[in-house]
């Protein structure tokens, strides 16, 4: 427990956890969900992955806490763990890229969705942001891009190319 559960303005409750892999991520629990939030739309959150260095255990950590359905898949050379909601597809976990310092911890990368990523990556950069890793597409299914803004916060651009 990092943050204990904490009323948030009367729109409900939060809590901060670390993972058995080292990744922080908040949970939230609204005490009204409204349905005016939106998410994978531009402009929103449409992704989110857990980079670790053991992804079977950060998998079923969470499937057992909140419940995700996890199944393993091959993205080329390396395993990718999919997380769906209720049948919709939102993230996933996958193992931390060799380049990345042995004591750096697991990390959560989110994705906001774009339906211009060029367009976003020029805007970004107008507004002192830097590109971490250029734009690239995935199997004729998306293009992504990562980021960081000008306090150094890193984050990735998400256009789907195809229904996620």
């Known amino acids: 427990m990092i943050v204990p559960p904490t009323d948030v303005m009367g729109r409900g409750r939060l809590a901060g956890i670390q993972d ?3 990744g922080v991520v908040y949970l939230w629990k609204a005490y009204d969900p409204d349905e005016s939030e939106t998410y994978g739309e531009p402009g929103t959150l449409i992704w989110t992955d857990l980079e670790t260095r053991d992804p079977q255990k950060a998998a079923d950590f969470f499937s057992k ?11 080329g050379p390396t395993a990718y763990w999919q997380v769906g909601v209720r049948g919709q597809n939102e993230g996933g976990i996958m193992p931390m890229p ?8 697991a990390f959560w ?6 339906s211009d990523i060029d367009a976003s990556i020029a805007r970004a950069q107008e507004l002192g942001g830097t590109v971490q890793v250029p734009a690239m597409e ?7 891009a990562v980021l960081s803004d000008p306090a150094g916060a890193t984050f990735a651009l998400m256009q789907p190319l195809l229904d996620m």
């Open 20 to 22: 058995p892999t080292g």
């Open 65 to 75: 806490l909140v419940g995700w359905e996890i199944r393993t898949e091959s993205q």
């Open 98 to 105: 060799d380049m990345v310092p042995p004591e750096a911890p």
């Open 109 to 114: 990368l989110d994705y906001f969705g774009t």
């Open 138 to 144: 995935v199997e004729g299914m998306m293009s992504f």
